[in-house]
């Protein structure tokens, strides 16, 4: 449908995902400058640069991950993601190995101007070269190695919250905000049982191509088993969550929405193992409750 639109440029990115990705860098600045403090940092021109800069670069960075792993992953997508540009005939894949390196070159430009407004101008372009460089190696051989890099990409993408502080805080400073591991270690537990759930709604294309994915290694019963204990975890972490937040309205309301929708997605992934439209509607849940997930923070500091 976009094949000769400009908005497949946009598509290619998955901008779900890209949005999430800069949403946590959001939330990880309002928590190192503080809710209350919030208006009164935006006031500075430099401060509403790095804030731009920093959610450009981490929705780039999401994105230019998902642009290559399209061409890595073309044949298998043949099967798993027949709507992909890539798979329609909206790119080539040269084309998206151009489009790659001008997202990369979009990054550094970003990450070098913002960086230096920050207090820290060193360390940031090298955490987003190290970002740069695991999405790059994920894409080439990482997702081959079933939980590793379930694993990776937990540890790796969660850490926008940190990000989005180092553009405020210096290093040593960040790790005094508690409520920012807090949240690290939350999206962790969800991009972790997102990708195994993954895992099981790609069983099909991933089994023709040999790839080592939890689903396929251990089975389908251990993959669910995983997702369950992931579940469990967030279930307590969130708990804890609202007795940190006093149990703000706004707060309950948002964490309870994200924990009835990791269910509805556990149920989902039970509900037909042979039928693929369940496992589709399961990891979609899972992504929805993640948004959730990350509202109640949001709006939990905010209000």
Known sequence: MLKNSWLKYIEILRPMTCFFGSLTVLIGTLFAVGPKNFNTYLNTGSNIYKLVASLLIYFLVVGSGNSINDVFDYEIDKINRPNRTIIRGAFTKRQVVY?????????????????????????????????????FSYSL???????????????????????????????????????LWLLYITAFLFLVMREIGKDMEDIEGDS???????????????????????????????????????????????????????????????????????????????????????LAFLFGALF
Request: aromatic letters at 18%; a positive charge.
């Open 141 to 179: 051989f990482i997702k081959q190695t079933g939980l590793l890099a379930n694993l990776v990409v937990g540890v790796s993408g969660a850490l926008g919250f940190p990000f989005g502080a180092l553009f405020v805080l210096d290093l040593a400073d960040i790790f005094g905000v508690f409520e």
């Open 208 to 294: 023709k191509y040999g790839v080592k994915s939890v689903a396929l290694k251990w089975g389908y019963k251990a993959a669910l088993a995983l997702e369950l204990l992931m579940t469990f975890f967030l279930f307590t972490i969130l708990i804890y969550s609202m007795w940190r937040f006093n149990f703000k309205p706004i707060f309950v309301t948002l964490a309870v929405i994200s924990l009835c929708l990791i269910i509805l997605s556990d149920w989902a992934f039970f509900k037909n193992l042979k039928e693929k439209k369940w496992r589709i509607l399961a990891s979609r849940l899972s992504l929805m409750s993640q948004l959730f997930c990350l």
């Open 99 to 135: 489009y790659y390196i001008f997202e990369i070159t979009v990054i550094l430009i970003l990450t070098i101007t913002g960086a230096y407004f920050s207090p820290n101008p060193v360390f940031l372009p090298l955490l987003v070269v190290f970002f740069l460089g695991v999405s």
